[in-house]
């Protein structure tokens, strides 16, 4: 007989009685478990099941090693050779490390499970609404940091009945796009089909995102048997029409594939290493439908006016980019609401700067703003990046100041003079250089600005090169708080965290040498797991505190 202890852990009651269960590939369940647990949303010993698409029952699922595939449609297809200057299209198994250029097609065949949750649907009325479980899911996925795992599917269930089947698509308007173009096809191409519609119908994945005008597709839509073949064979020339019911239905004017940023970017010479991603481009992004501009252009100011841009709101924020030049990772919002929070649990006054080392779009610079932080410098290197900042700080009432041709050399009356004169006053003094120029430029504006009490290190997959400056631009007297963005094994973390406390000693007692009357101790107050960046490797943000000893 089982213990109390083995038995599955009763989960609340709904008045209701619709909770969300997430379907989640294998190598994320532990994971998403334990974000789930850490959050609240499930208990330790709810029991988990294999999922079995079309079965009734979470229950009756056998143990045979079920099987589901997902990988990339087949992109010219898709693409309808409408952006061949892309370069070539590539197929994408979940990890950066991996791509295989078209025609290939990789599969991955991996077992998924049915994780069950104690979050209440309230709106729900039936179990068999997708729409509803669509909204549950973000909203969940976002609480425990992994917005970004277009893999996890979820569906409404009876906390008395649970289904292990996917829930009912019918609802979602990208499943209505979809439907209706397939019915306005020629009856003699209809007929030609090797599946009939509902098939057809079953075997989509409806999982996208919206960031008005645009929508992003999953690399997983219309990849699943038998897609490929009917695409390739039969609806090729149908595709524009696609494109135009589904704007038309989801009120969208620019339609792409989505897929993670690459860390290396292509090489044209196969006997060469790969450059580093350092401007973080979207090279993996495949426009569909809509002019999203001609990729490598320069950023000029004419560029900037020519170029698609789009917008999100995030915690009453509002941030802009371009999608074709800059990356945008709904994914970080979880990091973004803490520092909201965090800001003032660590200091009384918001009469303080924060240094952002890798600004993007604004991505963690708009919260220390949107918390009250009085001054905000930026260092990024993207140009595309800098306009939307700029772009995004101006919607959302901030001032900024742009200042360029860091790469010179320093004399009396260059960078940082022009920073001091022009951006005395602005509450973003942006520089548009290598964040290398950070610590000159600090001590030359350091006694014109409020103390520096953050740095924000948020590179990706590790941000130690910027450790050392951070250290360097802290207040000397007050301190602060650097925050260390690296991706770690899920089991190294407690291991990594020991290693980044003996690095910045290291590096507090090399500055203590330089400056005999600093007296600031190191300790790591907090590691927040941000999301999952690849099958056991976690993104995580080390919270640093570089301060005054305690009295």
């Not at 269960?21 to 099941?49: D, F, N, Y």
């Not at 009453?316 to 800059?326: K, M, N, R, S, V």
């Not at 960046?533 to 301060?547: E, M, Q, R, S, T």
């Amino acid at each position: 007989m089982a213990s109390e202890e083995d038995r599955p852990t009763a989960l609340p009651e709904s008045p209701n009685g619709f909770y969300l269960s997430l379907v989640v590939p294998k190598h994320q369940v532990k994971t998403t478990k334990q974000a789930l647990e850490a959050k609240g949303l499930t208990g330790k010993t709810c029991k988990i099941t294999p999922f079995i698409p079309g079965s009734e029952t979470a229950s009756s699922a056998p143990s045979a090693n079920v099987q589901h595939t997902r990988h990339v449609v087949v992109a010219q297809i898709l693409n309808n050779q409408k952006h061949e200057s892309h370069g070539s299209i590539f197929e994408y198994n979940g990890s950066s490390e991996n791509h295989f250029p078209s025609p290939c097609r990789f599969e991955v065949a991996e077992q998924a499970f049915v994780i069950p949750t104690n979050f209440e649907v309230r709106s729900a009325t039936r179990q068999k609404d997708g729409a509803q479980a669509n909204q549950a899911k973000d909203k969940v996925l976002s609480q425990i940091g992994l917005l970004d795992q277009a893999d996890i599917e979820a569906y409404i269930c009876s906390r008395r009945r649970p289904s292990s089947r996917l829930h009912d698509s019918n609802k979602s308007p990208l499943s209505q796009a979809v439907r209706k173009w397939l019915h306005s096809l020629p009856s003699p191409i209809l007929s030609k089909l090797p599946a009939n519609l509902d098939s057809l119908l079953k075997a989509c994945r409806w999982t996208y995102s919206t960031y008005p005008p645009m929508l992003l597709l999953a690399p997983t839509f219309l990849s699943k048997d038998p897609w490929p073949e009917v695409l390739a064979e039969h609806l090729s020339p149908y595709l524009p029409d696609l494109y135009d019911t589904i704007c038309q239905q989801l009120k969208v004017t620019h339609i792409a594939i989505n897929a993670p940023i690459p860390a290396l970017l292509p090489n044209s010479k196969p006997e060469a290493a790969s450059p580093l991603n350092i401007l973080r481009s979207p090279s993996n992004l495949m426009p569909l439908h809509g002019d999203f501009g001609q990729p490598g252009l320069p950023p000029t100011e004419q560029n900037f006016r020519h170029a698609f841009w789009v917008s999100t709101l995030q915690n009453d924020i509002t941030q802009i980019w371009a999608p074709l030049y800059t990356m945008f990772s709904r994914g970080n919002i979880s990091e973004k609401t803490r520092l909201l929070k965090l800001v003032p649990q660590t200091s009384k006054s918001t009469d303080m700067t924060a240094v952002d080392l890798y600004a993007g779009v604004g991505y963690f610079a708009f919260s220390y703003a949107k918390a009250g932080i009085a001054k905000i410098l930026c260092w990024e290197l993207n140009g595309w990046s800098i306009e939307g900042l700029r772009r995004g700080a101006e919607k959302n009432g901030w001032t900024t100041k742009i200042v360029n041709d860091g790469q010179r050399e320093h004399t009396p009356d260059s960078i940082e003079q022009r920073a001091l004169r022009e951006g005395q006053d602005q509450r973003f003094l942006i520089f548009h250089e290598s964040n290398q120029n950070t610590a000159k430029r600090v001590e030359a504006l350091r006694n014109s600005i409020p103390p520096i009490r953050h740095v924000n290190c948020g590179y990706l997959p590790s941000s130690s090169e910027s450790w050392s400056l951070a250290v360097q631009v802290l207040d000397p007297v007050e301190g602060g708080w650097i925050h260390a963005h690296e991706n770690v094994a899920a089991k190294d973390i407690e291991q990594r965290k020991r290693e980044m406390i003996n690095i910045f000693e290291g590096l507090e007692r090399t500055r203590r040498r330089k400056d005999p009357d600093r007296s600031l101790t190191v300790e790591c107050q907090h590691v927040e797991r941000v999301k999952t960046y690849a099958p056991g490797i976690i993104h995580c943000v080390f919270d640093i505190a570089v301060l005054p000893p305690a009295p």
